[in-house]
């Protein structure tokens, strides 16, 4: 069986506080690489790009370090590392933003290590779309790109999101965040208008509603697990797509990828994500539980064939 396929992730390293009805978690380790990455390290080696400030100490970064993750790519530049602050509601699907402080991010030019460039497979994680863009066009043809964002880019930089969107393979996003960008309040409708603009494979997540894949082939959809005890959404998007990207990762070391497995292994990843603040629950996970879980999404949307009188 051949190896899989290493990941170049280039996103947010942040300290995140968040308030939900279960609880606050401040300054906590956060970020959509960092969250990303922990997932996708199951399935795949990972190679992070991006950055901190001088505030972030050795004890921040352990997660990831426990984790196998190359940071290589990580520079520690002067000043404050990227902060977000956010809540939730009842509606867990959606937070609302209190503070977003790009602080080192805002003057960060992406440092790729030589050995990097030639990585197979490359996610965009959610970031500024210009920073996005630098990494893609520095790579040497990889074989999958994916790309993600949020509303802060999509109002913030149209413009130079829709570059991205004509330059990856693949694009994920929350529902609200595809109606933003395409002003398409059909789900469907949105998700074609998505891949008219470049890539040919989107995906929708719908937070407790699970997800909606568009590909070549048809709609696909994954329901989230139904959790009793669900602490913090904050990082489900991010850790799906690195249950997502690592089964693609692990699908191009054999041949096809294929999208409706790895669909099911970034909604596995998600409800791990979502049972604990941070990194907590995801530190602790073993290839077993990972297992455990794929089995459960089986036995849960595992139908009989249609009878026929
Ligand atoms: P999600 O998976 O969508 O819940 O992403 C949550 C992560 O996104 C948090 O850990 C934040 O640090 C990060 N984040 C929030 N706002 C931004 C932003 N504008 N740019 C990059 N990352 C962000």
């Known amino acids: 069986m051949r190896e899989p396929a290493p990941i170049l992730v280039v996103g947010s390293v942040a300290l995140d506080t968040v308030r939900t009805p279960f609880g606050e978690a401040v300054e906590a380790l956060g970020g959509s690489a960092t969250h990303f990455s922990a997932a996708a390290s199951f399935l795949t080696p990972v190679r992070l790009v991006g950055v901190v400030g001088q505030d972030f100490t ?19 530049a002067p000043g404050r590392t990227f902060r977000w602050s956010g809540e939730y509601g009842e509606d867990l699907n959606n937070p609302t933003t209190l503070d977003t402080q790009l602080n080192v991010f805002a003057s960060f030019d992406p440092v790729l290590p030589a050995a990097w460039l030639d990585t197979p497979v490359v996610f965009l994680a959610n970031i500024d779309p210009v920073l996005q863009e ?6 040497r043809s990889p074989r999958l790109v994916a790309a993600d964002t949020m509303n802060y880019w999509i109002g913030s930089k149209p413009a130079e999101l829709r570059r991205v969107l004509a330059k990856v393979g693949i694009f994920l996003c929350n529902d609200a965040e595809a109606r933003q960008l395409t002003g398409r309040r059909n789900l469907v409708d949105a998700a074609e208008e998505i891949r008219r603009l470049g890539p040919d494979v989107v995906v929708l997540k719908r937070g407790e509603h699970g997800v909606l894949v568009f590909d070549p082939e048809g709609p696909f959809a994954v329901p989230a697990y139904p ?12 850790a799906f797509a690195g249950g997502f990207l690592g ?11 294929d999208y409706r497995r790895a669909a099911v292994m970034g909604s596995v990843m998600a409800s791990f994500q979502v049972e604990s603040f941070s990194l907590e629950r995801v530190r602790s996970l073993t290839p077993a539980d990972i297992e455990a879980r794929y089995l459960a999404f089986e036995r849960l949307t595992r139908f009989p064939a249609y009878a026929r009188e």
């Open 58 to 76: 050795d004890e921040h970064l352990r997660p990831l370090v426990e984790r196998g993750v190359d940071l290589e790519g990580l520079v520690r």
């Open 134 to 139: 630098r990494v893609v066009d520095r790579m």
């Open 247 to 257: 089964s693609l990762a692990v699908d191009l070391g054999r041949g096809k990828p």
């Open 227 to 238: 959790l009793q005890r669900i602490l913090d959404p904050t990082g489900a998007g991010d």
